[in-house]
């Protein structure tokens, strides 16, 4: 048990004999007296609370007073009215406590209170004082700063002080209970010193400002910066400091001396070229300081140019300017395109080929450009002594597309497309007493010379939803889109040039289409003539009647027409072929023709781009790419559909025209490879 401890049981026993029916009427008598006539209504409610107080010096002080309720102190005992209640309890040399008594204090009618020693108080200096001397207490840091303000417990203590430039210093404290302290600690300076040595001997030394004498030198230095400065004839003078504290006394320092030096600027022409100095690179800086006393070198060079060198010394203090202009060296070049083209060189223009052009001997970036071409582009280094020649055969943008095209590509509507690089001739039409030949089949010439794409398949229904309801995902019906019109075709065409950054091919004001472009790359409907060369000849060494070839006989999966199933929903069928489907088909369920493409025979007629004319063409005319620029109501319709079960109907040469949509009719894309004629 400790001391506290034993006090409180003290106080506790003493409780306990206090108790007793003499002591309560005792008290009962003088609380009536303190309250009056309220005592007859409270007696019964009146409740005794002992305190015991810790420890036994503040308990032989100890005073209780009551802060809060109504109720009387007799010795350590509290008689108290029911209600909140708070009571004081102070002691000499100890803090007073106050506390608010709980219910459960009231039942235990017992509350223990260990009171607080008063702290005594601290001040104290140093002389002389600083800013940076940190304190301790009984060997702990306690704070920094010039003077140290605490509270400290009674009894001894001792009181250090450390500044690194003085010694440590400390004194001992017997502090009484709420006493006032005042300390002085007076510092001691740290006794030093310094050893300096240079490299050449004999450098002065200044110290703190004072002539100090020459290398090798020892000074005596006390606590605290120290500067130096060290300076020798015809070298560069240093300046440092140096801080002597109580953990490092000594010091220990040796200076190599650097060269004095002067200054030199350059003025470089021209400018951007590479700057050495004693074979280092440099930067030509408006004052480049080098030792003095020395030869340097100095080189200057650029690509085009003769390199230029030159040497100097530099006096202590000097500055020099030095101006370098370096000599251009140009080599001759001779350029010559087929045909002839622009000619630029870095951005500038110099003529048009043949050209001989004097060019400075670096690398040179030659461009060769001509309208309707492929432009060209050649480096090279011209040489003084060695002429450089340049000769290029310039490629047309329709070659040159043509030599890196894939052969097939699918567009970002999901269609595909294959390329025919080298159509040639085929004779539209068909002569007369052909089998099922109509009056509008007139015999044309024609010569295709335009590498185009075409589409391998007819455009889907889902495929062109894309273009009438942007943004909302993509339906799954691969049948053909029928039942659009010629313009709503191709307007979907200009739609996907757009998306593909390609030049529309229609035209369109206040609604209505007002012509063509043959120049354009962008997308469009096959003409007349591609349509009837992939139909009838494309693939293949001659002309044939039919998509599938020359005989009347329509063979297996050759497309979807008008066969058995379809009995009774067209007027003509074609006996014994059965295809599967009664009405229209998903595109691609049958055998691809000759040319690689599905669907030229059945399914769904096609719009072509052409105006449809019922004009006979000259006599001996051979059309080269014809294409209709002009707008006009009606256009060609070409290619047969699953109501087709006529021979005439099935023929490649089969046209007609229309200026309405129809629900067998639909189209595919096509597109020249390249722009212009």
Known sequence: ???????????????????????????????????????????????????????????????????????????????????????????????????????????????????????????????????????????????????????????????????????????????????????????????????????????????????????????????????????????????????????????????????????????????????????????????????????????????????????????????????????????????????????????????????????????????????????????????????????????????ARLETAPPHYTNRAGIMLKLFKNPGTVTLGTPRGEPGRRANEFVREVRLTRAFYAGVHEVTAGQFRLFTHPGQPPAADMRPVTGIGWEDAARYCNWLSRQEGLAPVYHFANGRHRGSSAAADGYRLPTEAEWEWLARKAGRGRETRFPWGDDARVPARAGNLADESARGRVPVYIPRYNDGFAQMAEVGRFDANAAGLHDLAGNASEWTHDNYDLHPPPPDLVETDPMDVRPDRRHTVKGSSWRSGTLSALRAAWRDGSSAPRDDLGFRIARYLAGGR
Request: hydrophobic share 40%.
């Open 1 to 399: 048990m400790n001391a506290v401890e034993h006090t409180l049981s003290q106080a506790r026993r003493r409780r306990r004999r206090t108790l007793g029916i003499r002591t309560a009427i005792g008290a009962a008598v003088i609380l009536a007296a303190a309250l009056g006539g309220a005592l007859a209504h409270f007696v019964g409610e009146v409740g005794r609370l002992e305190v015991a107080v810790a420890p036994a010096e503040a308990a032989a002080t100890a005073t209780i007073e009551i802060v809060e309720g109504r109720g009387i102190v007799i010795g350590t005992g509290v008689w108290a009215l029911p209600g909140p209640l708070a009571l004081r309890i102070g002691a000499e040399g100890f803090v007073p406590e106050t506390l608010a008594i709980t219910q459960a204090a009231r039942a235990r009618k017992l509350v223990d209170v260990i009171l607080r020693e008063h702290p005594a108080t601290l001040r104290a200096t140093t002389e002389p004082g600083h800013p940076a001397t940190r304190w301790s207490l009984d060997g702990p840091f306690v704070a920094e700063g010039p003077h140290l303000e605490i509270e400290i417990p009674a009894g001894e203590h001792t009181v250090g002080a450390r500044h690194p430039w003085y010694a440590p210093a400390s004194r001992r404290l017997n502090a009484e209970r709420g006493g006032a302290y005042s300390l002085t600690l007076p510092l001691v300076p740290v006794e030093g010193r310094i050893t300096i040595t240079s490299e050449p001997d004999g450098a002065r030394v200044t110290y703190n400002g004072q002539a100090a004498g020459k290398t090798p030198l020892t000074l005596a230095a006390g606590g605290g910066v120290h500067t130096l400065r060290i300076a020798h004839d015809g070298y560069e003078a240093r300046t440092d400091t140096i801080d002597v504290t109580h953990d490092t006394p000594e010091a220990e320092r040796h200076y190599r001396l650097a060269r004095a030096r002067g200054r030199v600027s350059f003025a470089l022409s021209p400018e951007g070229g590479t700057l050495s100095i004693d074979g280092r690179a440099a930067t030509a800086t408006e004052n480049l300081r080098l030792p003095a006393g020395v030869p340097h070198r100095v080189r200057y060079a650029k690509p085009g140019h003769a390199p230029q060198e030159t040497e100097f010394t530099l006096n202590p203090g000097e500055h020099r300017a030095i101006a370098l202009a370096l000599t251009p060296i140009f080599g001759a070049v001779s350029v010559r395109s087929e045909p002839e083209a622009d000619v630029e060189v870095g951005g500038q223009s110099m003529g048009r080929t043949p050209k001989r052009l004097m060019l400075l001997a670096v690398p040179q970036t030659i461009r060769l450009s001509r309208d309707g071409y492929r432009t060209v582009t050649r480096t090279v280094t011209p040489d003084p002594d060695t002429p450089q020649n340049i000769a290029v055969t310039l490629r047309s943008e329709a070659q």
